[in-house]
């Protein structure tokens, strides 16, 4: 009989652990709803005012011996993006902002310009723009 009390006490010894185990591993599972006020998550639907494409194009003057941007025109724009948002930004060749522009689009006939400010044309290697709103 001593063997059989030795191993009743081995196996409580062993649910009561388990037991405690799975205590703390219940507590455990609930951190995950800790609110930190720095950060956040969600989702949402992007939707795009214009999502088969826009054209853009540079109108360039010759000013003195060198070819500058004077604007840059974005057409072929759906009239959801009337009223929205924009930034347009130039690149160099080496990604480094040649100058950013901000305002509303307002469109006339699909199109909206955007000024270039005079960023010498060779520059220029890319363009992004963002409509957000």
């Not at 799975?22 to 930190?36: K, W």
């Amino acid at each position: 009989m001593k063997n059989t009390r030795k191993t009743r006490r081995a196996s409580l010894a062993v649910l009561a652990g388990l037991a405690v185990t799975g205590i703390v591993g219940a507590s455990a599972a609930t951190l995950g709803a800790l609110n930190v006020g720095t950060l956040g998550s969600g989702d949402d639907e992007v939707t795009s005012c214009n999502d088969d494409g826009v054209d853009i194009d540079f109108e360039v003057t010759l000013d003195g011996t060198t070819y500058v941007v004077d604007e840059v025109v974005v057409s072929d724009v759906d009239s959801d993006c009337d009223g929205k948002d924009f930034e347009l930004t130039l690149f160099d060749e080496n990604d480094d902002v040649l100058t950013t522009q901000t305002g509303t689009v307002s469109l006339d006939a699909g199109a909206f310009s955007v000024s270039g400010d005079d960023q010498p044309a060779e520059d220029v290697y890319h363009v992004s723009l963002v409509v957000s709103g």
